[in-house]
């Protein structure tokens, strides 16, 4: 069984910063890639933004300049630098990560619960 738990959402006002943390834990073989999606009320769940075992990033072109992604790979864990933060930014951001479990051939998709990004106006 795979885990991921996200931290670091809250409430911001405009122009502010917040840092987002997810852990994964569990039988974790191996993790392809990680990444952020949000979801405002409403609204489907969109790509924010992702990065790859081997460093490579992808950004949704509204996030580009504002928010970047790294990743600790000692620790399984991602995060998302948010700067410059906008009202219309408000949703729940959730951690994808594409996992191979040990003792499993294949990868999959997981997804954490989700974490409150509140930005005011």
């Known amino acids: 069984q795979v885990h991921l738990v996200e931290s670091g959402g809250g409430l911001v006002q405009a122009g502010g910063s917040l840092r987002l943390s997810c852990a994964a834990s569990?039988?974790?073989?191996?993790?392809?890639?990680m990444g952020w999606y949000r979801q405002a009320p409403g609204k489907q769940r969109d790509l924010v933004a992702t990065?790859?075992?081997?460093?490579?990033?992808n950004f949704a072109d509204s996030v580009k300049g504002r928010f970047t992604i790294s990743t600790d790979n000692a620790k399984n864990t991602v995060y998302l630098q948010m700067n410059t933060l906008k009202p219309e930014e408000t949703a729940v951001y959730y951690c994808n990560a594409d996992v191979r479990p040990g003792g499993s051939r294949w990868s999959s998709p997981y997804w954490g619960q989700g974490t409150q990004v509140t930005v005011s106006s």
């Open positions: 990065i790859t075992s081997g460093g490579s990033t």
């Open positions: 569990g039988r974790i073989f191996s993790i392809n890639a």
